[in-house]
């Protein structure tokens, strides 16, 4: 794959896809693109935001917008949108996740690295000390493997945890199979553990209090990644969870299962008043964004985006599509007249 320059032609999200699903080869096109067995919950996520339509008011002074928001951690980024978790950047561009990181880190946003990561925890604090950095982890068979992911991340000062609980076992992804694509990265560097296949690793014996183990354990706050009930986000609160994103695993795990924007508003009536609700899934413009924070979403994080900048151009790609989004947000709340992303609420969405 060889980086393209930025061009007059790559106005949106959908046009940075497209360019780099024609850069990619068919099995990790697939890979990064599709969901598992049918698609429905992949499609889902992105037709969910069409059942939506924004309700605009008008005569609202909106000289001046501020798209800030404070997250998890204390820090103050300059808006709703931020850098979900996926693994192995260096698949897509030689400099996997420190462009990445250079990408996001230059749009003062956040960056959740996933443990499945093509560099380790260390080598990305290293290169990008003022990148606001996330840590994506699961729980272990092995706890102290575990406890050590958990206090490395600590240590380079990463501001969070993000337990992803939605992964007992890969889900069924046929593309991969007929690709025959486990074969092409048969081992990873695991952030120094030699892992050939996650799924063996993952504990499947995780409960509830687990979550305040690892707080107490860590002293970091915990971002439960992977709720889609409001049974599960009120017990993932009650256990001591710093706040919730809302998340189907990008429609990689179950088939079937509610789109992130259908799943949100019972998860926000449920905690939304005691923690932060993210979510993620599906994000292509910034009126999905919009529609997002009217339900009650505090900042919606982009996986997919992230990556098909990457392989576009590198860093300059993962900032040009932020770029996009922000620009496009600012666009919507400016003329549906909302100054301040406190100003979006659910009397600015209708179903259709």
């Not at 393209?4 to 999200?13: A, E, G, P, T, Y």
């Not at 990008?128 to 206090?151: H, V």
């Not at 259908?262 to 449920?270: C, G, K, Q, R, S």
Request: net charge neutral; glycine share 8%; hydrophobic share 40%.
């Amino acid at each position: 794959m060889t980086p393209i320059q930025l061009s007059k032609h790559l106005l949106n999200i959908t046009d940075i896809e497209a360019e780099a699903s024609r850069l990619m080869e068919p099995g990790l096109r697939s890979n990064v693109n599709d969901g598992v067995l049918n698609n429905e919950t992949l499609e889902a996520n992105v037709d969910a935001f069409k059942q939506l339509r924004i309700r605009p008011r008008y005569m609202v002074d909106v000289s001046q917008r501020d798209l800030s928001v404070k997250v998890v951690g204390g820090d103050t980024i300059p808006m709703p949108i931020a850098g979900s978790p996926s693994a192995l950047h260096k698949r897509f561009h030689p400099d996997g996740e420190f462009a990445t990181g250079k990408g996001i880190r230059q749009k003062s946003t956040v960056m959740i690295l996933s443990s499945y990561s093509s560099i380790t925890i260390e080598e990305l604090a290293a290169a990008e000390p003022d990148l606001i950095k996330w840590f994506q982890m699961y729980i272990y068979c092995d706890r102290n493997m575990t406890i050590d992911l958990a206090q490395r991340a600590k240590q380079s000062g990463y501001r969070a945890l993000v337990l992803t609980v939605d992964y007992t076992t890969r889900g069924r992804r046929y593309h991969d199979i007929k690709n025959q694509f486990k074969n092409i990265y048969p081992k990873v560097n695991y952030n120094r553990y030699n892992v050939s296949q996650l799924s063996k690793v993952v504990a499947k014996d995780n409960v509830w209090r687990d979550i305040r183990w690892l707080k107490e354990t860590t002293g970091l706050p915990i971002v439960i990644k992977g709720i889609l009930t409001a049974e599960d986000a009120r017990l993932a609160v009650d256990n001591g969870a710093d706040a919730i994103l809302v998340s189907n695993h990008g429609g990689r795990q179950l088939d079937g299962s509610p789109a992130t924007l259908e799943a949100l508003p019972e998860i926000v009536e449920a905690v939304g008043r005691e923690v932060d609700v993210y979510m993620d899934g599906g994000v292509r413009t910034g009126a999905d964004v919009f529609k997002a924070l009217a339900i009650g979403a505090k900042v919606v994080f982009v996986g997919r985006p992230v990556c098909w900048g990457l392989i576009c151009n590198g860093s300059d790609g993962v900032r040009q599509v932020l770029d996009i989004l922000y620009n496009e947000l600012d666009n919507y709340m400016t003329i549906a007249g909302t100054p301040t992303v406190g100003d979006i609420t659910r009397n600015h969405i209708r179903y259709t």
